[in-house]
């Protein structure tokens, strides 16, 4: 299983990006997926996670209301929809795959990792 995430770039503060995760396996639909971040200097943290539906979902705190996760079965894909962008929410931008059809706020739960998409936002 492969993941290519895209979309991260230089926004100002009140800007809204969409990142997207592209992922290469033919049971796309039986993994729960989440979107992570990893500040520079810090731990990386769950900004959001889908069931395999896209019924079920989860936000960060910091983020809920201004986020939305969203998947494509059809095509493969999930994506985050980032509004109201802060300064705070400058970071490393990762997605995540588990083997298992539920997502997870534990980084040691997800099998499978994209390479990350820097998203900068500037004040």
């Known amino acids: 299983v492969q993941l290519q995430a895209s979309g991260g770039g230089l926004v100002q503060a009140g800007g809204s990006l969409t990142l997207s995760c592209a992922v290469s396996?033919?049971?796309?639909?039986?993994?729960?997926m989440g979107w992570f971040r990893q500040p520079p200097g810090k731990e990386r943290d769950v900004v959001a996670y889908i069931n395999w539906s896209g019924w079920g979902t989860y936000y960060a705190d910091s983020v809920k209301g201004r986020f939305t996760i969203s998947r494509d079965n059809a095509k493969n894909t999930v994506s985050l929809q980032m509004n109201s962008l802060k300064p705070e929410d400058t970071a490393v931008y990762y997605c995540a795959a588990r083997t298992s059809p539920f997502g997870s706020s534990s980084v040691g739960d997800y099998n499978y990792w994209g390479q990350g998409t820097l998203v900068t936002v500037s004040s």
């Open positions: 396996t033919r049971t796309f639909s039986s993994y729960g």
